[in-house]
């Protein structure tokens, strides 16, 4: 039972333009929200987080996005560069385990094309 | 620049054979994790400790797998006796975590084939 999906396998966008990943959980109790982008060969990193009070947060070219009525949550990228390329893992976490136990979807391979 | 670091990066053993996989987690971190990457599930969780004591467990299968902290610089994750649906890669991250949250920072992950 995947409680966090991400529908899309991979994606591949023009480099210079948006790039929007998206993610959905059916777990109500998950307040805290995080994006991890791996490289080959790497372990994951982390990206950016939201908790469940807002609704947007922006770091520089990564904003995510956090509609709690529709349980959906994306990640979007402006302007997209090469350097983006990598899959990236939607997690959340909530109820009695706070934020640290992190349940993760199963990764969309985002692919900038020059 | 500290990180989290595991051994082996890769390992190829036959069915049957026991698995150890270490990680040396970040000096100063008091929560360690081990995860499984596998295509049709993505990222796991095995299991936690914190502080060296076991927190949860419950994502492990508990026949053949075994998580331990022998001291604050060592994870050890072994399976014994390890089958082909083990294979995936596994990554060892930590954090700190007190009464507010923290980023967990992940190893580069061990890739384990079971033949």
């Known amino acids: 039972d995947q409680q966090v999906k991400q529908n899309s396998p991979s994606l591949s966008v023009q480099e210079g333009r948006i790039s929007i990943l998206n993610c959905d959980y059916t777990n109500s109790m998950f307040d805290y929200f995080l994006w991890y982008k791996k490289y080959p060969a790497e372990g994951p990193t982390f990206l950016i987080s939201i908790s469940s009070i807002k609704d947007k947060n922006e770091d520089g070219r990564f904003t995510v996005f956090l509609n709690k009525s529709a349980k959906h949550l994306s990640l979007h990228i402006v302007p997209s560069q090469p350097g983006d390329s990598a899959v990236y893992f939607c997690?959340?976490?909530?109820?009695?385990?706070?934020?640290?136990?992190?349940?993760f979807g199963t990764g969309t391979r985002l692919t900038i094309i020059p | 620049d500290a990180r989290v670091t595991q051994t082996p990066r890769h390992k190829v053993t036959e069915m049957g054979q026991e698995v150890t996989m270490r990680c040396q987690p970040i000096l100063g971190h008091n929560t360690v994790f081990w995860y499984r990457q596998t295509m049709m599930q993505g990222l796991e969780l095995l299991a936690y400790f914190r502080n060296r004591a076991p927190l949860d467990d419950s994502g492990m299968p508990k026949d053949r797998f075994s998580a331990e902290m022998p001291d604050a610089t060592l994870a050890t994750l072994k399976i014994q006796p390890s089958e082909p649906r083990d294979s995936a890669v596994y990554f060892c991250?930590?954090?700190?975590?007190?009464?507010?949250?923290?980023?967990?920072?992940f190893g580069p992950g061990t890739r384990l084939t079971v033949l």
């Open positions: 991250a930590s954090g700190f975590f007190a009464t507010g949250g923290d980023t967990q920072y």
């Open positions: 997690a959340a976490s909530g109820g009695i385990f706070g934020n640290e136990k992190l349940t």
